[in-house]
């Protein structure tokens, strides 16, 4: 998806939906919702996310190379934003608030 | 009156079940973690409402929970298990070097005077230590280091290290075990480390007397005895009275010497207790007859117990993490198959009964007995 540049301002407060058994570690319920300053990146939303919850450090991402877990993904305004780096600029609608960034856990397992 | 505390770890959640000294009545409370495969869950024995649990996820990674309250509530705790330096590589299934990759925590033991004290085996196999509740963990480096190391390769379920037993007698002194590395033994508090291998013949490994590279899946301690250890490899059941310096066969006339746990009986250091499985292709008990068999020796002279088991079309396995002892006056023996159920002995394996019956595939059974 093409997005602009994302214009300067204060810091956004950025929609996350996380898989069951992170809301459930994170005890919390529904989308939760992180403050970010400066461009609203992949990497910078993470990060974000895990200084709210300390318990979800290494559950996403592994602790030390912040590389993604391999049964997670991505997701922004429908597309898979798995494979980007971390300093990926998130579309607008999610920089706004108006779409959240998803967590999503690979359909597998028994 | 005494009570029972059984924790009980399985594919999908972890269980807490309750019951007087008598051993009758159960209170189950769970799935604790629901939907997480908890490996392992065990008490303090300085602090019995202190456990730590290790909560895992193929998805998610590792998780480590504590309780300050018997199981009641949880709180996460730390879950980052950094290899100490450059990690360097283990053998693959092939043959060729592989990265060190921490995976899972397979086992947690905690201190026997500390509460805020614990170990952690892990996989890829190395040994790590917390001194503030579980809330960072340092790698006890000199295992993987001792020398072997880069020679160890994974068993059938993983480069995993399963087994920790510290000697009530001497802080200094534990006991490890890896599978498919072998058995390994510290006399100065985890800084270095030996293998204590010498006894143990495993024939599907090229050296069948190796130092290293035995499939060891299970070993157990009396507490007043500390240099006796028993142990189910992957195949025979072996002993030493020399702190593992020297093993012997001991299967005598086991149906099958193939099997997952072996424990001792809490007050008689010579009765010891395993569960044999047909055979390493064949994860189940022998003609479909679930037997615990119990040895008053010490070894090579077994009894079969199969009294409240089940002794028809039963295909269960039961893993070595899977078998706990109390310490009443009449010691009960309890085991979790892959089946779902617990069974509970209470007079120290004459007679069986489930304590439940339909959970996820246990993986873990670890008794506390309280006040």
């Known amino acids: 998806m093409a997005h602009v540049v994302q214009a300067g301002g204060g810091p956004r407060v950025v929609r996350v939906e996380l898989p069951f058994?992170?809301?459930?570690?994170a005890r919390v319920q529904g989308e939760v919702a992180v403050e970010v300053t400066g461009l609203v990146t992949l990497g910078a939303v993470l990060d974000a996310l895990e200084r709210l919850y300390p318990v979800l450090q290494g559950t996403i991402r592994d602790?030390?190379?912040?590389?993604?877990?391999?049964?997670?993904?991505?997701?922004?305004?429908?597309?898979?934003v798995s494979l980007e780096s971390a300093d990926y600029v998130l579309p607008d609608a999610v920089a706004a608030g108006a779409e959240p960034l998803m967590v999503v856990g690979a359909l597998a397992g028994g | 009156m005494s009570r029972v505390r059984v924790l009980v770890g399985t594919k999908k959640g972890a269980f807490v079940l309750t019951s007087d000294g008598a051993r009758k009545n159960w209170e189950v409370s769970g799935p604790h973690f629901a939907g997480w495969e908890m490996y392992h869950l065990k008490g303090s024995p300085a602090d019995p409402n202190r456990i730590y649990a290790s909560q895992t996820s193929g998805w998610f990674g590792q998780v480590m929970q504590r309780s300050n309250d018997g199981g009641t509530t949880w709180e996460a705790?730390?879950?980052?298990?950094?290899?100490e330096g450059t990690p360097g590589t283990h053998q693959w299934y092939d043959g060729t070097p592989h990265p060190w990759e921490?995976?899972?925590?397979?086992?947690?033991e905690p201190s026997l005077t500390d509460p805020d004290t614990?170990?952690?085996?892990v996989e890829d196999a190395a040994m790590f230590k917390s001194t503030d509740g579980g809330q960072n963990w340092q790698e006890l480096a000199g295992l993987r280091g001792h020398g072997t190391g880069s020679s160890w390769a994974p068993g059938a379920g993983g480069l995993g290290l399963h087994t920790i037993l510290l000697d009530p007698s001497n802080p200094q002194r534990m006991f490890i075990a890896i599978s498919a590395a072998g058995a390994f033994r510290t006399d100065d508090g985890g800084v270095s480390w030996k293998a204590i291998n010498r006894g143990l013949r495993s024939q599907y490994i090229p050296d069948p007397e190796a130092e290293v590279g035995h499939c060891v899946h299970r070993i157990a301690m009396h507490p007043s005895r500390p240099n006796t250890l028993f142990m189910q490899k992957h195949w025979d059941v072996l002993r030493t009275d020399?702190?593992?310096?020297?093993?012997?066969e001991v299967s005598g006339n086991l149906p099958t010497d193939f099997g997952f746990v072996v424990d001792v009986h809490a007050h008689d250091p010579e009765t010891v207790y395993v569960v044999p499985i047909k055979s390493d292709s064949e994860h189940f008990p022998l003609e479909g007859q679930l037997r615990v068999f119990r040895s008053r020796t010490g070894g090579e002279e077994w009894e079969p117990l199969t009294a409240g088991l089940p002794q028809r079309d039963c295909y269960v396995n039961v893993l070595r993490d899977a078998m706990a002892v109390?310490?009443?006056?009449?010691?009960?023996?309890?085991?979790g198959t892959t089946g779902g159920q617990v069974y509970a002995s209470s007079d120290a394996g004459d007679n069986w009964t489930p304590i439940v019956s339909t959970l996820p595939p246990v993986?873990?059974?670890e008794v506390q007995t309280l006040p």
């Open chain 2, 102 to 108: 921490f995976k899972r925590v397979w086992h947690v």
């Open chain 1, 63 to 80: 602790h030390d190379t912040l590389k993604r877990r391999a049964f997670l993904r991505f997701f922004a305004c429908q597309d898979d």
């Open chain 2, 118 to 121: 614990v170990y952690a085996g």
């Open chain 2, 326 to 335: 109390d310490t009443l006056e009449k010691c009960g023996i309890y085991f």
């Open chain 2, 242 to 248: 020399d702190a593992g310096d020297n093993w012997r």
């Open chain 1, 21 to 25: 058994h992170l809301r459930t570690l």
């Open chain 2, 77 to 83: 705790v730390g879950n980052k298990f950094a290899y």
């Open chain 2, 363 to 365: 993986y873990s059974v």
